[in-house]
DNA sequence: TTGTAGGCGTTATCAG
DNA sequence: CTGATAACGCCTACAA
């Protein structure tokens, strides 16, 4: 930088100035730093601005997993609100682990960052102190709850779950089962929506409820529809905790020649793109995950100027999209029609 | 620091040593400072040591691509061998711009990173600059080629698209096309490869070729499909460029009541998870991207660590899986046998 | 609008 | 094995 200056015959802290704030050195000044630094082909060293000014440009994005596309959509948002701005998101995957959750957050706190977004709400004990003490903006997403470390944007998975259950209900099935992987505290809203649904509607059966620890995948779908047939052979539709096992499912109603919609409901969660163009076409409830993920960074980025955030708790709510999957008696275009 | 040092009744840059290379100061020493560290919950200022020691412990990892399943398994694979290593990987996401490449690598080398991962072997000449005057180990992944910058592992996606397209005919199939979406590097060299196939089996026909700029996704794999048809009605099997491009092409063939594989053979790419589920089951050229992703950042790590990397140029290769989908003679459970 | 002085927390260097 | 000293490159605070 001092090369910089002197190249452009003003002092280093002028060249700062002309690179952070424009604005407050003259024109003329502007364009000799500018010239002189494409000259030098000056690269500002973060680490050095980053001591100087004890902040950085970095906020923490902490997920549980990176090969999830619900997680994916999520970033893609979170990125697409950062790259407008000066600010780099760092990642940190937590692969579901609450000590690697701790872990990665003590990581991120000694990078002084801007900001952090968080996944969820139901932070070990540990991590939640950490965030409590961290001093610098934080939103939770995901989930929509009632006290949020700082900020939060989500939705209620409880609720969601309750709308889907309902639907299939109100489609006719009757023997109406919960297929769930994983078992994260979402999913475990879910199952309770689930139950809450099924409860109201006198349907609710225990051996209608088949779930694994294990991560969703396609396969793990069908296995899981092979384990709750095998269980409660009188199953009529399944609300999936999500797509991936929705699809899994349907796979194997297809090999085991269970015609869906008409034998067989199917709901899925989180509206991948794979649920609309399958055959039949996979009723799912809509999350908003980019939405989510840009809508966080940017409560962050408005917290960090200065500026109070006039809605720090939001529900971002979910949609119902019905398809193929659950048109029990409409004359759907299905297996059935071959 | 400074107060550790008082507390543990030794100088700073003790400390300093006993954090970074515990072997070389006094067991004693040691113990006296952790427990001053667990006393006084120091975190080391990571700003201040890149400042410092001039390097850092970040990797920078430039892909396309989040939201791609592809490029989230090599994440997979990279953060694994990162997490036991003390670096950081630091993601940039290019969306398939040049432009935003060059910008990312910018962002990148002003950190002073300890190494990057870049996609591919098709970087503009700027960027290609960047990576040749780094001062840093660099691995470019995904492709196989000649002349990388520095160390490489990948595949030849020309010959794997070779070894589809010929499985396709050897399967008995004669009208055999291909579909394309996004038409980045790796797409390209497939389309080569296919028609290379092709060629040589004298059944190469430009009308069977479809391709979009647009990005993959299930939805568009059947509406290539439908493009196909309508311009080459004759067409009996598809290689697709992806498996969600394949996984479409699958359902619009049942939309369609067109039997896979008995009248229309699918052969995907990559081997996601979900080509192995469906229903029939569909052939895929497995690619190891997690491997790929892992084994990347240990080449880099081996290299940041001062040693020689033996193998810097590798291979990795590629599997044809042959699932049911490209069955056209076995009698394989499948729509027809419904 | 520009410049001067000082220090951010750590590590490299060299000495003991 | 441990310590003193001097940077690292930039920014904050204050002054002109």
């Known amino acids: 930088m001092t090369d910089v200056a002197r190249e ?41 601005r980053a001591l100087a000014s004890a902040r950085t440009d970095i906020i923490g994005v902490v997920i549980p997993s990176v090969t999830n596309n619900v997680f994916a959509d999520v970033l893609r948002g979170a990125y697409s609100a950062a790259e407008a701005s000066p600010f780099r998101l760092q990642l940190g995957n937590t692969r579901y682990s609450p000590i690697e959750e701790e872990r990665l957050l003590r990581v991120f706190l000694s990078q002084k960052p801007a900001g952090l977004l968080v996944t969820g709400l139901d932070q070990a004990a540990a991590s939640l102190g950490l965030l409590k003490t961290a001093d610098c903006p934080i939103v939770q997403i995901m989930e929509y709850g009632d006290s949020p470390v700082d900020m939060l944007i989500g939705l209620s998975h409880r609720e969601a779950a309750r709308t889907a259950t309902r639907h299939l209900i109100e489609s006719g099935y009757r023997r109406v089962a919960f297929l769930g992987a994983r078992m994260d505290p979402r999913t475990q809203r879910r199952l309770e929506g689930f139950r809450d649904a099924a ?82 076409s996979i ?8 939405a989510m993920g840009r809508q966080a960074v940017e409560m962050l980025l408005t917290r960090i100027s200065g500026a109070p955030v006039v809605n720090a708790k939001i529900d971002i709510g979910f949609e119902l999209i019905r398809r193929e999957s659950t048109r029990r008696f409409e004359p759907a275009v299905t297996q059935e029609s071959l």
Chains 1, 2 share one sequence.
Request: proline share 6%; glycine share 6%.
């Open 283 to 290: 009723t799912s409830v809509r999350t908003f995950r980019e």
């Open 199 to 280: 409860r109201v509607a006198g349907l609710l059966d225990e051996r209608l409820i088949v779930t694994t620890p294990q991560a969703s995948t396609v396969g793990l779908g069908g296995d899981l529809l092979g384990a709750l047939l095998a269980q409660a052979p009188d199953a009529d539709a399944v609300f999936c905790n999500n797509d991936d096992l929705a699809l899994g499912a349907l796979f194997e109603c297809q090999r085991r020649r269970i015609s869906v919609p008409h034998e067989f409901g199917i709901c899925g969660f989180n509206d991948l793109e794979p649920a609309a163009a399958a055959f039949p």
């Open 8 to 48: 452009a015959n003003v002092s280093a802290i002028t060249v700062s100035r002309a690179l952070r704030q424009p604005d407050i050195v003259s024109p003329e000044v502007r364009v000799r730093v500018k010239d002189a630094v494409d000259r030098l082909g000056y690269v500002p060293d973060l680490a050095a």
